[in-house]
C-alpha cells in the first residue's frame, strides 16, 4: 500500500472517483445499522435468560442472613450478593457496598455527595471556587457529563498505551489542590482497550494529592470482559496497592453486572476502604431503606460464584470475538499502510478506538450516517465533547450480528477514505 | 371510667401497685415485639408471590413501545409500567418518571438536584444562605432526615384533623421567600391517618409562594391503601388541581408500589407537570442510563391494570384490618375516659397516632422496651427527633400477628398507664 499522502492530486481524485461509486452503490440500499453504543447484542442478553427462572413462587426468598428478601432492611447488599462481586472486583466482601441496577448511577451519586457534603468531612466541593478533574483521553462521555453537569472544570490527559500520561497525572494531583478527582477505566478501557500497566497503577497508589479530598474514580466496568480465551490483560487491584502506599481511602472502585446478566436490570457496587464505605452509609441511610435484594439474590443465586460468572463470560466472548475480528480485519485490508488512520486490537472490553488524521473526524462520522450508518458522535469521547485534534472515533461492535458489522465496516473504511481524501486534497490546493 | 387526674394520690398508688405486677408479669415472659415500622408482614408479601412467575426464561421480554427491557435504554419508564402507576397516582401518564425501587430515593434526588442546580432554573439552594422547609407534625421522620442531612431549617406547622394548619402554611409560604418546600402525607398521614379536606388540598393550590422555587412535597404513599371496604376517604389530585389555580409547576407527587407489591423491590415514580419533568430528566440523562426494565415489566404484567391493583389491595386490607382493630380496640378498652392520651381511627395507611399527656412519650417507649416491646422512638415523628410536648407515638400494627399484637398493646396501654401515674404522682409530690 502507497499512503495517500505520497499520492498525486490526480492520483488522489481517480482513486476518490473509484470510492465515490462504491459509496453511491452502498448508500442506495438505505441501510440503517448502529455502532454507536456499547449495548450487548440480543444473543448475548440469551445467554443469561435462565436468570428469570431461579426465583419464583415457590423459592424460599431468605437469603443467607435471615432476612427475607421481599420486605425492607438490609442497606448495603445482601451477604450472597456481596461476596458475588467482592470476588468480581478483587476485594474482601467487608469493602463492598450494593446499590441499584447501574453503577453509572453510584458514581453520579458520589460526586453529588462530594459536592453537597464534602468526603469524609472536606469543604463541600459546591462551597470551593473550583473544582477540577483529571480526565484521560479519549475517554468515556457518560463520565465527562456527570462532571460537566455538576461545573467541574476537566482536565484532558492523554492516553498512552500503559494508561494515563503519569507524569501530568502526578504533576496536577501533587500539586494543585482544587484537583479532587480523575477518571479511570483502568482495564480494557472505553475506547482504546487499554489495560494500565503494573507500573501505572503502583503510580496511582502512590500519588502524593495536594488535595485531602482527592479521589481515584476507578471504574473497572471490564474487568472480567475479555475477548480471547488465550490472552488476557491483568491488572493490579488498587484498592490493596493504595493501602500498602498508605492511601487506603483515595480510590473508589465501580462495577456492576451490566454486560454480564442484564443492561437494565444488574446490580452496580461501589469497592472502597471502610472509612470511605462508612462516609458513604452516612449519605445511603438518609437516601433510601435499601436497594432491590430480590435482584441480588436472584444474581447470587444464578451465577453462584465467582466461577460461575468467569464461565458465563467466556459465553458472551465466544459472541464478541468474531464482532472485533470482524472489524479490526475489515480495518487492516481497507486502511493499513494508507497513512489516514490509526487503531489498537483491545483483548477485551466493548470498543475499538480509531484515530482519523487530525480534522476529519467528524466529517468521517458524518459521511458515514449519510449512507445509514451510525456512530459514536466525534469528540463524545472527550471531555465537553470537544476532541482538540478531531480524530477520534468509537467503534462499539458488540450491538449488530457479523454480517451487519460487515457492511458496516464497508460504509466506514469508504468514509475514512474519502473524507481523508478531501483533506489531502483541500491541503494540495491549499484550502 | 374515672379519669387519672381526678384520683387522690391514694388512689393513683392503689392503680400503680396493682399495674406495676402485671407489668412484672408480662415483663418475665421475655417478649421480643416490635410495632416500631410501617412493614408488611409475611402474610402480605405472600400475597404478591405469583409476581415471581410473570417473566420466565419463555416470555417476550418486549415492552409496548418494542424495546427489549433487557437491555439499555428508554429513560423514564415503560409505557406499561407508566399506564399502571399513572392511574394509581391520578394523572396522565405522560406526567410521569418512573425511577428504582423507591420514592424514597426520588425525594432525596429531587432535594439533591434542588440544593446543586436548582428548580427550574432558580439559584441552587447551596448558594442561598438560609432554606427553610415547613414540616407538618407529627409526620414522617425519613422526610425530615432528608432535609436535615442537607442543612435546610425545618419549621413544624401544626397537623389538623383537615391536614396541617393551613393558615400558618400561608402565613410562610406567601412571605417568606426562603420557603421552599413543604412535606406532606396527605392521605392516611404518617402517623395520623388523616386524609386533608377538599379546603385544605384547594389551599394548597392556591398558594402565593415568594419563592419561585417553592414546591410541595405531595408523598402520596397510601393513595390506594385503604383498611375498609365501604368506608375510605378521598383526595382531590393536586397535580390539576394546582393546573386550575395557575400553579402548574408548585408539586412534586410521590409514590411507589413498595407497600403493594415487595417493599424492597417494588417502583417508585414521581409525578409532575411537563415543566418540572423536563427538568427532571436533564438530571436523569445524566444519572443513570435507565431503571429496571424488567421490573417495571413484572409489575405491569402482574396487576395488568388499576383495577387489578385495586383489587390486590383489598387483600392487603384484609389481612391489615384485624390488626388495626386490635390495636384500636385494645386502645379503647384500656385507656378511653382515663384522660391519659387520646388516638384517631385511621381508614388507611399503616399507623395509628397516640398521644400522651404531655412529657410522657419518651418514657412510655422506654418502659415498653423494659417489657420487650420496641416502638418507633419518641420523638421521631417531628424535625430533629425533638417533640416540643414529648407526647406523639407512633404504633405500626402491621408486621405483628394479631395474637403479638394482643400481648404488645397489653405493655404498651399498661406503659402509658405507669408512666402517667408516675407523672401525676410527680405532680402532686411537686417533683
Request: overall charge negative; glycine content about 6%; proline content about 5%.
Amino acid at each position: 500500500m502507497i499512503p495517500y499522502e505520497e499520492l498525486s492530486k490526480e492520483e488522489l481524485l481517480e482513486i476518490k472517483s473509484d470510492l465515490d461509486a462504491q459509496f453511491e452503490a452502498i448508500k442506495a440500499k438505505g441501510l440503517n445499522l448502529d455502532m454507536s453504543r456499547g449495548k450487548p447484542s440480543t444473543e448475548q442478553l440469551n445467554l443469561s435468560m435462565e436468570m428469570m427462572d431461579v426465583l419464583t413462587s415457590e423459592s424460599d426468598l431468605v437469603c443467607e442472613e435471615g432476612v427475607d428478601c421481599r420486605n425492607y432492611g438490609v442497606l448495603d447488599g445482601i451477604k450472597e450478593a456481596k461476596q458475588l462481586l467482592a470476588d468480581m472486583m478483587e476485594v474482601p466482601k467487608d469493602n463492598i457496598v450494593i446499590f441499584g441496577n447501574s453503577s453509572l448511577n453510584i458514581m453520579y451519586d458520589t460526586i453529588a455527595r462530594s459536592m453537597t457534603h464534602g468526603v469524609m468531612g472536606s469543604t463541600p466541593w459546591c462551597k470551593l471556587d473550583k473544582v477540577k478533574f483529571l480526565c484521560p483521553v479519549p475517554g468515556y462521555d457518560r463520565h465527562f457529563a456527570i462532571t460537566e453537569y455538576f461545573g467541574i472544570e476537566m482536565i484532558n490527559i492523554p492516553m498512552t498505551p500503559t494508561g494515563p500520561d503519569m507524569d501530568l497525572v502526578e504533576k496536577y494531583v501533587n500539586n494543585d489542590p482544587a484537583v479532587k478527582g480523575i477518571w479511570c477505566v483502568p482495564k480494557y478501557s472505553n475506547p482504546q482497550g487499554i489495560t494500565y500497566s503494573d507500573v501505572t497503577v503502583h503510580r496511582f497508589a502512590a500519588l502524593k494529592p495536594a488535595a485531602e479530598d482527592f479521589r481515584i474514580f476507578w471504574d473497572n466496568a471490564y474487568g472480567i470482559h475479555h475477548l480471547y480465551e488465550d490472552k488476557q490483560d491483568y491488572l493490579i487491584e488498587i484498592l490493596m496497592e493504595c493501602k500498602k502506599e498508605g492511601n487506603p481511602d483515595m480510590v473508589y472502585k465501580f462495577s456492576s453486572t451490566s454486560k454480564i446478566s442484564f443492561p437494565g436490570s444488574g446490580i452496580g457496587a461501589i469497592a472502597a476502604s471502610d472509612a470511605n464505605l462508612e462516609d458513604i452509609r452516612k449519605q445511603m441511610r438518609i437516601q433510601t431503606i435499601g436497594h432491590d435484594k430480590l435482584n441480588q439474590l436472584r444474581h447470587a443465586r444464578y451465577f453462584k460464584d465467582i466461577h460461575g460468572m468467569v464461565q458465563h463470560m467466556k459465553r458472551h466472548a465466544d459472541i464478541l470475538r468474531p464482532k472485533f475480528d470482524m472489524v479490526l480485519s475489515s480495518l487492516d485490508r481497507e486502511l493499513s499502510g494508507l497513512g489516514i488512520g490509526s487503531w489498537m486490537a483491545p483483548r477485551g472490553g466493548y470498543f475499538i478506538s480509531f484515530d482519523s488524521m487530525e480534522g476529519c473526524a467528524k466529517a468521517i462520522v458524518a459521511k458515514a450516517k449519510e449512507a445509514g450508518l451510525v456512530m459514536t458522535n466525534a469528540g463524545a469521547t472527550f471531555p465537553y465533547g470537544k476532541d482538540p485534534k478531531d480524530s477520534n472515533i468509537r467503534i462499539a461492535p458488540s450491538y449488530p450480528t457479523v454480517e451487519e458489522l460487515k457492511t458496516a465496516c464497508e460504509i466506514f473504511t469508504l468514509s475514512v477514505k474519502l473524507v481523508s481524501i478531501d483533506k489531502l486534497l483541500s491541503n494540495i490546493l491549499g484550502i
